[in-house]
């Protein structure tokens, strides 16, 4: 694995149960680095289940202890009951009390802002969708706005995924509901204009939570009726984007070391898959095989190979 450089940041997707793939892999590398996530990462942005592994992070959570968290509450947060047997007649699957007491347990009562103040000290930045004032939020520790939120309420309003749980505050819902259910360009952007660091020292570390295979044959959308379109055109949203936030990073910050790494899935698995918890350690031990080995995702991009490209003046002399 190549040294990190001076300034290293942390960014993670969104995914519900999945985050198991994600904080076993930081568990490994603390094992290699011999340090905890805490001191390993100044800077730390998830969306949904990323929020909960970033705001550990800056809690002071062990990846170790954030892993354990997801093996042994992943059957009581998402435990079948009248709701998800009649849902959609229920309006939500879910309670949200389960993981509620989950955070409490392991943040505690912190507010965003008293997260400045902690040592060391990790700048955060999670996301949530404000269905009222109809923009994603940007929720910090040194914003004025956000700095008397609980850190539980901050995540809890980035992690209720519509009609998996219910809606905090009557208008916060999963920051994936915008364009950052991939946070990286956000951390790329609060490390370079926000923490001042300079590019040619940051590392950011770009974790997905697995990719679902896909599974739709040449002609099948010929024959879909209305609400079979739901799935496909909410995958290719997400997807879009995801490549969207990667390329954003790649392409404007070309000093910073940028390494994105997800993991293949053979089979889909939901968000509340918590059956599924086994194999998500197995893949949680395959994508720290690809950050061992540098194994980083593409970049994409919008030139074509081949292409003409686009010509540009140079920059002005400093």
């Known amino acids: 694995m190549k040294p990190f450089r001076k300034n290293v940041a942390l960014a993670v997707d969104g995914g519900g149960i999945k985050g198991v793939i994600v904080t076993r892999a930081l568990a490994l590398l603390e094992q290699e680095l011999g340090r905890s996530v805490n001191h390993i990462f100044q800077l730390s942005a998830g969306t949904s289940t990323g929020s909960i592994i970033s705001a550990g992070v800056a809690s002071g959570l062990t990846a170790s202890q954030m892993y354990q968290l997801y093996v042994d509450l992943g059957n009581t947060i998402f435990q079948k009951s009248w709701r998800t047997t ?13 993981l509620q007491n989950a955070l409490q347990k392991y943040i505690g009562d912190h507010t965003m802002g008293d997260l400045w103040n902690l040592t060391p000290q990790i700048d955060t930045v999670i996301t949530t969708f404000d269905l009222v004032a109809n923009h994603t939020c940007f ?23 519509p009609t998996y749980f219910p809606i905090v505050d009557g208008r916060y819902v999963d920051g994936g509901v915008g364009a950052y259910a991939n946070p990286c360009y956000l ?7 926000c923490l001042n660091w300079d590019p040619a020292e940051t590392t950011l570390i770009s974790f997905g939570t697995g990719r679902d295979p896909h599974t739709l044959a040449p002609g099948q959308a010929d024959a879909f009726y ?25 392409n404007l910050f070309p000093q910073l070391d940028f390494r994105r790494f997800n993991v293949d899935l053979l089979e889909p698995i939901g968000m509340d898959g918590a059956d599924k918890i086994p194999d998500l350690a197995h893949y949680g031990d395959r994508l720290w095989e690809k950050v061992k080995n540098d194994l980083t995702d593409a970049i994409p991009s919008v030139k074509a190979a081949g292409g003409p490209g686009r010509k540009t003046s140079p920059p002005p002399a400093a």
């Open 86 to 98: 009649f849902f959609p007649l229920s309006r939500y699957r879910y309670p949200i009390e389960p």
């Open 139 to 161: 929720v910090k520790p040194w914003k004025e706005e956000y700095k008397a939120w609980p850190v539980v309420k901050a995540v809890l309003a980035s992690s209720v995924v």
């Open 187 to 193: 951390a790329a952007y609060e490390a370079m204009y």
């Open 226 to 250: 209305p609400w079979q379109w739901i799935a496909p055109v909410l995958g290719a949203f997400l997807h879009s984007a995801d490549d969207q936030q990667v390329h954003l990073v790649g």
